[in-house]
């Protein structure tokens, strides 16, 4: 083999290794905008789930064994189980899963928490509800049963207690 045909070959491999490092490098930047926008078509998927049961009633200590009714922790656990997030029952449990995130990073699909009704102090979670994104969320309580309600304003920006991200 002549010099002439060896450095042909090097600069061939050596292009082919920079196309093919290339591709990797793009691919892995992929899967990883791939990996965060499941997380948030989850949330999404998780959201628009519930939509679908707007206006059904509520009743406290509602069976999670029926869609006819719902009370907000059961409610959670619904939405939520259909896309294969297994919450505990109670509101109170389900505020001590998955991790901690600031109001301000609240992510569609983010659990928040509230000390709200007769039985609020500031400090028992009393309520909980899904975040839809845009300072709106999606719950049950009282006579709307599920329903959107504005996280900032009124009684859930008093009552607003914390956050968990569960996805």
């Known amino acids: 083999m002549n010099r ?17 490092f290339g591709t990797f490098a793009i691919e892995g930047t992929n899967t990883a905008q791939a ?16 939509e679908k049961y707007m206006g059904t009633p509520y009743q406290f200590g509602a069976s999670t ?18 896309h294969g997030v297994d919450l505990p029952r109670t509101s109170v449990q389900q505020s001590k ?46 006579k709307p049963g599920v329903t959107i309600s504005n996280l900032n304003s009124g009684n859930w920006k008093r009552t607003y207690i914390k956050a968990r991200r569960v996805l």
């Open 97 to 142: 899963v998955g991790r901690a995130v600031s109001k301000s990073n609240l992510k569609k699909g983010d659990l928040v928490f509230f000390s709200s009704g007769s039985r609020a102090n500031g400090h028992n979670i009393t309520h909980v509800a899904v975040y839809m994104g845009n300072g709106k969320i999606l719950h049950t309580y009282g």
């Open 35 to 50: 990996s965060a926008a499941t997380t948030t078509s989850l949330g999404q998927k998780i959201i628009n789930y519930g």
């Open 4 to 20: 002439h045909n060896i450095i042909k070959k090097v600069i061939i491999a050596g292009i082919a290794a920079t196309i093919g």
């Open 65 to 82: 064994s029926t869609t006819r009714y719902f009370d907000c922790s059961s409610f959670m656990k619904h939405i939520f189980k259909k």
